[in-house]
């Protein structure tokens, strides 16, 4: 059974205070492995697909990183409004069944809150 | 382009009724998936149509929940006799022949 686990549960940093969120992943097979950022009272808004390990994607303050068994999303110089929800999830790669892809699993989540 | 987007946004009921979600994915997504949160929790799957056809139902939690996409673009969720535990929030997502799944803003449920 695939299985997420993100760290911490919660964190909390002051306006550029750079720091790093951890997703530890066990799946049978890695076809990729998605970050989401989720505000309150809405949906997920994908921010990375990570595909191998080694693989880097930056976007603005946020960079992801993969290795075999976890991926980082490290935050830099954070500013109040990138507190949110951010969310990890592996997707398996298909052994048997319809269609060419597969669900998403999902850790619980990190809840960053960045103040001034 | 327009984004999946999700009726209602929110839906009181009392138990033992019978509720239905609508999901409108993106134009040209072949694939759509159902998820449902609750609070504190990651996104759990549900049920993955690639077109017309449930490639993967087997997160649907009992015989109550049911989903369909008959002309391979809109989707309902189904669930007959609610019970309390159903409360929480029902995501939907699409994507391109399963590429990156984006989400819908969600439908909240509360069963009273």
């Known amino acids: 059974e695939d299985q997420v686990t993100q760290s911490p549960e919660a964190l909390r940093l002051q306006e550029g205070e750079s720091s790093s969120l951890n997703c530890s992943y066990t799946v049978s097979g890695l076809r990729g492995l998605f970050w989401y950022r989720q505000d309150p009272g809405k949906g997920p808004e994908f921010l990375f697909t990570l595909y191998s390990a080694g693989e880097e994607k930056e976007k603005e303050r946020l960079k992801a990183t993969l290795t075999k068994k976890e991926s980082f999303l490290h935050i830099t110089a954070p500013k109040p409004e990138d507190s949110a929800t951010y969310l990890c999830a592996v997707q398996a790669v298909k052994v048997q069944g319809g269609g060419t892809a597969s669900k998403l699993t999902f850790g619980t989540g990190t809840r960053l809150q960045v103040t001034l | 382009g327009a984004g999946v987007s999700q009726t209602p946004s929110n839906k009181v009921t009392e138990k033992g009724k019978y509720v239905e979600l609508r999901c409108d994915p993106i134009?040209?997504?072949?694939?759509l998936y159902w998820y449902r949160q609750s609070l504190g929790q990651g996104p759990e799957f549900l049920i993955y149509?690639?077109?017309?056809?449930?490639?993967?139902d087997s997160g649907l939690p009992n015989d109550r929940f049911f989903a369909v996409r008959p002309e391979g673009s809109v989707s309902t969720l189904k669930i007959q006799r609610t019970e309390r535990g159903d409360s929480a929030v029902y995501l939907c997502a699409s994507s391109f022949s399963g590429d990156t799944q984006y989400f819908g803003p969600g439908t909240r449920l509360t069963v009273l």
């Open positions: 149509f690639q077109g017309t056809g449930a490639a993967d």
């Open positions: 134009s040209g997504h072949t694939a």
